[in-house]
């Protein structure tokens, strides 16, 4: 316990006539104002979620949820999804890239992270109730709310997760005309600008709300070759939405969004080198093997570079016969190795010069060559048409169309040495392109005001968006990598609630799901165009090479059934128990490429879990809140990665299936107002996700806990609001929270390389609400008061590779906002 003292499709409008059910959840603000004497509800407020896919308030729902309005996430700073981490238990959020998190949820987070393999995530991200890839820059401005469901959810929403989902529900036109302006100033030379306009139609017609935001902030981390600041930001982002109600019970919300990020690249921190790293074993045939046991003896570990100071030979040309590569085949490559110093490039002077410049250099410069470059763009058309057909049956209808941009360049291995880098070695704009259509259809209804159901279809197609090249330079081998991949799923699901009695209901669903996945490979010399991709189903004794071929396809289906259980029951006002079974499930996929043929693809991932718990309102004098849950889940197949490097490739995460895996824990939260104006508030987590076997060559290792896992973490937040005369309020916010260390995917590697450490966190905010009695707000703000040097995630492949490199968290950053509101 020491610890403890740490979501441009044009809607066809098919249901425009004939509609579909409820809106978005709207967020109402939880800042309360009063103190003893006033109800929870009154202090609280309570915002509405829309975890069983209608309106309830959150703590109606049996479910863990951690929600939060968008004028909480203001008051607590959040302004980038990264800082996610530090306001909900049970949540981590690992990042390679600056701004593009991954979601970790109770153990469980991001599947195949490969350059152009499109992701099956245990965590899914939902906008407007419709899956997306990524929530990164251009995402946090004119919420409703973000709401964290923790736990399984493969019955009611789009796509199956074992983990959890992540909804952002953007603010929907209002019956009000109102807006704000907001400027935002810095340090770093942060400047932004965040606009919000809502027209209404009149007659409760509808309206429109327009909404965009501008940021911009240089680097923190400098270049000392190129000058240049890497970890800026640079984006702007848009989002329309249009309501209409043309008749009673009938309603269209059309939400067009866009984002365009061009930002300078992240920073990657060289913490170790390894003289004795070993060549991925694919990239030397096993015929081959003899030559390293005659010339260095049996079991001598062979190191990644091939050659030293005199004749460098890429790996790649022990592989394959590629123009550059010494004549002679991969024998050939083998001698002018020899001839060229022998295989011990890791330990010349040069390469441990280089990590001792690093360490010399500090974690907020570094030295590459070349410029990094991170751009995306992100935009989409969701329409959502509600008919209330009659009192007791409503239909829902959502359609969309999502589209998703990358262009990059990115030393990975954090030196000037040709190690893993990517780069835009063409012409076209982007490197990455990915077209996404979903359908859901739902009919929602209730029968003698004690029976609730919900009955669906769901549709989900994902297709490039045009052909991809990647380039990258992996150990001085210039290659250029094309994925494609076309997903197809579809469900059928169903799901119910029934009251027994006053206090006590039941509820569950089922889900059937149908995926189909294609995807092809190829593989470039960016030099001559030729094809250099080895076939693993080539390799045969007789041919220990493999033979060449562009592109290799995959394809494979996967169909499973998810059900869940809930029993609720209310013992008095204000306080629901619950205890839930729930079946999850997450899809297989391919390993792109595959170094053996026993690797090609990965089976899907299930998960049987088990939750109870309590959230409770009570009266005690003053405003007190308390939410508990437990939870125990047991998995099978569960999908892990490993990076390794291959040859002509790149870095690649190869994922295999572990037999079982338990992960078991306990959340707490809990808010409280002892006196009028001050509001307290806090969590704690405890988290154990360890595997229950252990898979040689894999994170997967008995008692060890899951990469990027947290075993505590706590929060503790404070704000109080001392109202003026003059209408307006001064109001100081502060908040500290707390996460242990955790475990780096280099299982291998050794102390402290393969663990990230633990860090603390400390945020303020002081704000000057209505300014003077006027329409002006004025806040200034400060994250990271501390300066904390915390690491985020990074590429740590010391033990596959030769190098561990690492992202760190952002330094201490402060400012001013004024914001100007007006409405009726």
């Keep these: 316990m020491r610890s403890l003292t740490h979501a441009l499709c044009l809607s066809t409008s098919l249901l425009t006539m004939i509609g579909a059910a409820s809106a978005p959840a709207f967020a109402q603000d939880a800042a309360p104002t009063a103190g003893s004497g006033v109800s929870n509800a009154e202090a609280f407020g309570d915002i509405v979620v829309i975890a069983r896919r209608r309106e309830e308030a959150a703590q109606e729902v049996p479910l863990a949820i951690t929600a939060l309005s968008g004028n909480a996430l203001d008051q607590k700073g959040v302004q980038a999804v990264e800082q996610l981490r530090d306001v909900a238990p049970g949540v981590n959020i690992g990042a390679q890239k600056r701004d593009e998190a991954q979601f970790y949820i109770r153990g469980q987070g991001p599947g195949v992270i490969n350059a152009g393999q499109r992701n099956f ?373 169903a799901h119910g609630e029934f009251d027994v009695t006053d206090t006590i209901q039941v509820s569950g669903g089922y889900r059937r799901t149908w995926d189909k996945r294609k995807a092809s490979l190829s593989q470039f010399s960016t030099p001559t165009g030729e094809c250099v991709l080895v076939d693993p189903q080539t390799i045969t004794e007789d041919n220990p090479i493999g033979t060449i071929r562009c592109p290799i396809n995959y394809k494979a289906k996967f169909s499973a059934s998810t059900y869940d259980g809930t029993v609720q029951w209310k013992p008095i006002d204000g306080v629901l128990l619950y205890a839930a079974y729930r079946r999850g499930f997450k899809s297989g996929g391919f390993n792109l490429p595959a170094p053996t043929p026993d690797l090609e693809s990965f089976q899907p991932e299930k998960v049987d879990d088990y939750e109870i718990g309590i959230k409770a309102d009570w009266d005690v004098g003053f405003p007190l809140r308390t939410n508990l849950s437990l939870f125990y889940d047991k998995f099978k197949d569960v999908q892990v990665t490993v990076p390794i490097a291959i040859a002509t490739t790149g870095i690649a995460s190869v994922a295999r299936n572990l037999g079982k895996q338990t992960n078991k824990g306990v959340e707490f939260e809990t808010v409280v107002v002892p006196i009028e104006g001050l509001t307290l508030s806090g969590f704690v987590s405890y988290l154990d996700a360890a595997s229950d076997i252990t898979l040689p060559f894999t994170p997967a290792i008995k008692g060890r806990q899951a990469v990027y896992q947290p075993k505590w973490k706590y929060n503790i937040s404070g704000r109080y609001a001392y109202p003026l005369s003059d209408g307006g309020e001064i109001a100081l916010q502060a908040d500290f929270s707390h996460q242990s260390g955790t475990n780096s995917p280099d299982f291998a590697a050794p102390p402290p390389l393969n663990r990230f450490p633990g860090y603390d966190m400390l945020n303020a905010r002081l704000e000057w609400n209505k300014v003077a009695g006027s329409k002006f707000d004025l806040a200034a703000f400060v994250t990271n008061l501390t300066n904390e040097k915390y690491i985020t995630g990074g590429y740590p492949l010391y033990s596959q590779i030769g190098f561990d490199s690492v992202i760190y968290g952002d330094p201490r950053m402060y400012g001013l906002s004024l914001t100007y509101r007006w409405g009726d």
């Excluded at 199956?160 to 810095?186: H, I, K």
């Excluded at 011990?344 to 010069?353: H, I, Q």
């Excluded at 077209?435 to 009955?455: C, K, N, P, W």
């Excluded at 210039?478 to 994925?483: I, N, Q």
């Design 121 to 493: 995530s245990s965590v899914a991200t939902y906008f407007a109730e419709v899956p997306i890839p990524v929530a990164g820059p251009g995402t946090f401005f004119d919420l409703q709310s973000v709401q964290v469901l923790k736990g399984p959810q493969g019955t009611l929403f789009g796509r199956n997760t074992t983990g959890g989902a992540v909804l952002f529900e953007p603010n929907r036109p209002s019956d009000n005309f109102e807006g704000l302006a907001r400027v935002n100033v810095g340090n770093y030379d942060r400047y932004g600008f965040e606009g919000v306009v809502n027209v209404p139609f009149g007659n409760d017609l509808g309206g429109v709300r327009v909404a965009g935001q501008v940021e911009r902030r240089d680097g923190f981390t400098k270049n000392i070759l190129s000058g240049q600041k890497l970890d800026g930001r640079a984006f702007e982002s848009m989002r329309v939405s249009v309501l209409l109600r043309p008749a009673p019970g009938l309603e269209n919300l059309l939400i067009a969004d866009y984002s365009n990020r061009d930002a300078s690249g992240s920073s990657a921190i060289l913490r170790g080198i390894n003289p004795d790293a070993q060549i991925s074993p694919n990239v030397i045939p096993a015929a081959l093997q003899p030559i390293f046991d005659e010339n260095f003896g049996p079991g001598t570990k062979i190191p990644m570079y091939l050659g030293q100071s005199g004749t460098l030979v890429p790996i790649a040309c022990t592989s394959a016969s590629l123009p550059g590569c010494p004549p002679g085949g991969a024998f050939g490559a083998f001698a002018a190795a020899f001839q060229g110093g022998g295989f011990g490039f890791a330990p010349t002077p040069a390469v441990l010069g280089v990590l001792q410049q690093q360490q010399q250099l500090g974690i907020r410069k570094v030295a590459y060559e070349g410029l990094n470059y991170n751009r995306a763009q992100n935009f989409g058309i969701t329409n959502k048409t509600t008919w209330e057909v009659t009192d007791n049956i409503t239909l829902k209808n959502i359609i969309a169309y999502r589209g998703q941009r990358t262009d990059e360049g990115n030393d990975y291995d954090g030196t000037v040495l040709p190690l893993i880098a990517q780069f835009n070695e063409y012409t076209q704009d982007w490197q990455f392109g990915q077209d996404q259509f979903t359908e859901e259809f739902q009919v929602q209804g209730s029968i003698a005001d004690r029976f609730r159901y919900i009955l669906g279809y769901y549709h989900e197609k994902s297709k490039p968006a045009f052909d991809p090249k990647i380039s990258s330079n992996t150990f001085g081998s210039l290659t250029t990598r094309a994925v494609t991949n076309t997903d197809t799923s579809d469900a059928l699901f």
